[in-house]
Nanobody, 122 residues
Framework: VQLQASGGGLVQAGGSLRLSCAAS????????MGWFRQAPGKEREFVAA????????YYANSVKGRFTISSDKSKNTMYLQMNSLKPEDTAIYSC????????????????WGQGTQVTVSS
């Protein structure tokens, strides 16, 4: 499966963006999908994840209450709504898919999309 991330851009602090991650084929209910980000000079970090079948969500503490992960099963697409953006949210955001929750959370997913740049100005 191929994942295509989009929706990044330049936004002022306090603004919003919505990222999309479209899969090239149907995502089965057993899958888990998530968003990761990597800022310049830093390691990649987990942002949010969702269990595709039941919709359970999990967030990094740094984005909890500001970001919302969601899915549209009819479109095989995952979203990340980002509100109240901060300069420290600036990073390349990538989406990932796996069949194992632990592997995904550890950043060892089987499938990765290309990144989309998010830049938040102060």
């Amino acid at each position: 499966v191929q994942l295509q991330a989009s929706g990044g851009g330049l936004v002022q602090a306090g603004g919003s963006l919505r990222l999309s991650c479209a899969a090239s084929q149907r995502i089965f209910s057993s899958a888990v999908m998530g968003w990761f980000r990597q800022a310049p000079g830093k390691e990649r970090e987990f942002v949010a994840a969702i269990r595709w079948g039941v919709g359970n969500q999990y967030y990094a503490n740094s984005v909890k209450g500001r970001f919302t992960i969601s899915s549209d099963k009819s479109k095989n697409t995952m979203y990340l709504q980002m509100n109240s953006l901060k300069p420290e949210d600036t990073a390349i955001y990538s989406c990932a898919k796996d069949s194992d929750w632990g592997e995904l959370m550890a950043g060892k997913a089987d499938y990765w999309g290309q990144g989309t740049q998010v830049t938040v100005s102060s």
